[in-house]
């Protein structure tokens, strides 16, 4: 564990606060700006042009307050600054952006298949994969640990969702497409973003056509099998919805788990924190807690106002864009003594990189036992890792984390 360390937000000027920029993520410093709109405007309004803008709340609180109240604050409309201005299609259908009751009834309906028992049956083909993804590291050239971390991810969202494995590669690449679109590694040659984001979505959707064609003629004991049968108000969803959904839960699995593992791993290069853990093995749920607040993947969602109502005294009008930055909200120093500090046996550890509150991630076990296999192997197997080369983030103002980390590792 480091000692104790903070942030210095001293150069940061609230008036030219751009959250909406991707480079800010992928080149600047977010956690310095979200400390100075903590400490001098926690509820701020950033206008984006003549006719759009948002409120930013960055107090854990506020976060809590918002993402809780789905009643005040909807998600329906969308729940991503990258839809700001329009309503989002999948609204009242796929699960992420559908609120109670409807809400209620799908991830009932789902929730079976997001147990431990649903991922700890996976457990030897996980280990497995992560054995051959990371034992390469041991050569004096190492490994890309965001890619491998990538390739783990989509392994757990394919096994999930019974995908073919020879999927999985066009499956992550198209699934990084849809969070950044604005990346420079990952938008279109011609820079389009508008038109790499309808690309990663018209593929993932034909995709998941196909793949629902198939399951309808032979169905399994399968997530896709299940929501082909699921009722809602005692009629069956629809084909669109059903693939919608699909897309929304691989999406969830893999785009937000690999950042968790890399920018875990780059903090504990700079701790020794592998060897910590290999000490304290009775320690893992608790690193585990302290992985996910750490990188907070899921910078942020958005919410819209369904009346007139306030956040701390600041009124927010019926229909205003509301955006909640998780990460912020993680790092908040009234929850989080030595928020900037890793600390594997923080205890109490309230953080919300899964949401909260009716939303809640239903993944998140799956999540954290995919943390657990691969932290376990790596404590068991490594004394430590070292950063080979350029570490590069990923250019989005929605998922927090990073695309490339050269690593090379050394065996215990």
Excluded at 102 to 118: E, L, V
Excluded at 131 to 140: G, N, T
Excluded at 211 to 237: F, H, T, W, Y
Excluded at 283 to 298: K, Q
Aim: hydrophobic share 40%; glycine share 6%.
């Amino acid at each position: 564990m480091t000692a104790t360390a903070s942030i210095d937000f001293s150069q940061v000027n609230i008036r030219d606060v751009n959250l909406l920029d991707p480079y800010l993520y992928s080149h600047g410093e977010p956690h310095a700006v979200w400390a100075a709109l903590r400490h001098q405007a926690p509820v701020h309004w950033q206008q984006v042009d003549d006719k759009l803008g948002f409120w930013s709340i960055t107090k854990y609180r506020d976060v809590v307050q918002v993402l809780k109240d789905y009643k005040t604050f909807t998600s329906e409309r969308g729940n991503l600054l990258s839809l700001l201005g329009k309503d989002d299609p999948s609204g009242g259908k796929q699960m992420a952006v559908t609120d109670p009751p409807r809400h209620t009834q799908m991830r009932r309906a789902m929730h079976q298949f997001f147990t431990p028992d649903s991922i700890l049956k996976h457990e030897d083909q996980i280990r497995q994969e992560i054995r051959k993804l990371v034992l390469p590291s041991l050569e004096d050239e190492g490994i890309d640990f965001a890619r491998a971390a990538f390739a783990l991810s989509i392994c757990v969202g394919g096994c999930i969702l019974e995908l073919p494995s020879e999927d999985w590669p066009t499956l992550t690449r198209l699934t990084i497409m849809s969070v950044a679109p604005e990346d420079e590694e990952f938008k279109l040659a011609d820079g389009d973003i508008t038109a790499t984001l309808q690309l990663a979505h018209r593929e993932l959707f034909g995709y998941f056509q196909d793949i629902v064609k198939q399951r309808r003629r032979s169905p399994g004991d399968d997530l896709v099998s299940a929501l082909l049968q699921l009722e809602i108000d005692g009629e069956k969803m629809d084909i669109p919805t059903v693939i919608s959904n699909c897309y929304s839960i691989l999406l969830g699995a893999t785009a937000t788990t690999p950042h968790v593992a890399s920018s875990t791993l780059l903090e504990q290069t700079k701790i020794n924190g592998l060897e910590e853990l290999a000490a304290h093995p009775e320690s893992m749920d608790s690193f585990v807690e302290e992985a996910f607040r750490w990188s907070s993947p899921g910078s942020h969602f958005l919410r819209y106002a369904t009346i007139d109502t306030e956040i701390r005294g600041v009124p927010i009008k019926e229909g205003d864009a509301v955006a909640v930055w998780v990460g912020s909200a993680n790092r908040d120093e009234e929850i989080f003594a030595d928020p900037y500090t890793f600390n594997m046996q923080r205890h109490p550890n309230p953080h919300i990189s899964f949401g909260t509150g009716v939303h809640h991630c239903i993944g998140s076990k799956i999540a954290k036992h995919t943390m657990t296999f691969l932290f376990d192997e790596l404590a068991t197997n490594f004394t430590h890792f070292d950063v080979i080369g350029p570490v590069e983030y990923l250019g989005s103002n929605f998922i927090s984390g990073i695309k490339h980390m050269p690593v090379r590792g050394y065996q215990r």
